[in-house]
T-cell receptor, first 116, second 116 residues
Framework: DQQVKQNSPSLSVQEGRISILNCDYT??????FLWYKKYPAEGPTFLIS?????DKNEDGRFTVFLNKSAKHLSLHIVPSQPGDSAVYFC???????????????FGTGTRLTIIP | DTAVSQTPKYLVTQMGNDKSIKCEQN?????MYWYKQDSKKFLKIMFS???????INETVPNRFSPKSPDKAHLNLHINSLELGDSAVYFC???????????????FGPGTRLTVL
């Protein structure tokens, strides 16, 4: 049962254009959403997050949009740069302990290739 | 200065052997995690600890035993290795009880385990 889905395994975008990565989820209990970026042979690195009470969060070239009614979020990167080429994972979380342990559920990732 | 480190980076072993993967974080975080990324690149949580106490155990076979000697270390011991255990294992840490949700998890570089 995959609760977080990224239906596009790969995406190619011209340098300078906008990259849009999509993610869908099924669990209404998720209350925070995050995007991670992963280069080969490295661990994922945090990019940006959004609370379920918001619909947009922006950080520099990166903007995450959340449509809670559609259970859909997207990551916009503009302008896209060659260094953005990586695998992007969408993740959703619920807090499961008083200590703050959060259970991250990841999507399967989208490989973004920026074409110079 | 590596924030989350794992050793070894690569591990090749025979079926039936017992092996350990070590993880250390120097971020002062209270919460640590183990994730498994399988051949389909699906990244899934296995365990989470808070200050040496097990909080999350995601129906992982009991051949997998995490051990946290102190809050900066979370090691993973695997008994009687099977072919299906071949995967990349990632350690991660987060602030946990910071009062802030969507706490960024910092990932190690991963350990690629190959069981022959």
């Amino acid at each position: 049962d995959q609760q977080v889905k990224q239906n596009s395994p790969s995406l190619s975008v011209q340098e300078g254009r906008i990259s849009i990565l999509n993610c869908d989820y099924t669990n209404s209990m998720f209350d925070y959403f995050l995007w991670y970026k992963k280069y080969p042979a490295e661990g994922p690195t945090f990019l940006i997050s959004i609370s379920s009470i918001k619909d947009k969060n922006e950080d520099g070239r990166f903007t995450v949009f959340l449509n809670k009614s559609a259970k859909h979020l997207s990551l916009h990167i503009v302008p896209s740069q060659p260094g953005d080429s990586a695998v992007y994972f969408c993740a959703a979380t619920v807090i499961i302990s008083n200590f703050g342990n959060e259970k991250l559920t990841f999507g399967t990732g989208t490989r973004l290739t920026i074409i110079p | 200065d590596t924030a989350v480190s794992q050793t070894p980076k690569y591990l090749v072993t025979q079926m039936g052997n017992d092996k350990s993967i070590k993880c250390e974080q120097n971020l002062g975080h209270d919460t640590m995690y183990w994730y498994k990324q399988d051949s389909k690149k699906f990244l899934k949580i296995m365990f989470s600890y808070n200050n040496k106490e097990l909080i999350i155990n995601e129906t992982v076979p009991n051949r997998f035993s995490p051990k946290s000697p102190d809050k900066a270390h979370l090691n993973l011991h695997i008994n009687s290795l099977e072919l299906g255990d071949s995967a990349v294992y990632f350690c991660a840490s987060s602030r946990g009880t910071s009062g802030r949700r969507g706490n960024e998890q910092f990932f190690g570089p991963g350990t690629r385990l190959t069981v022959l």
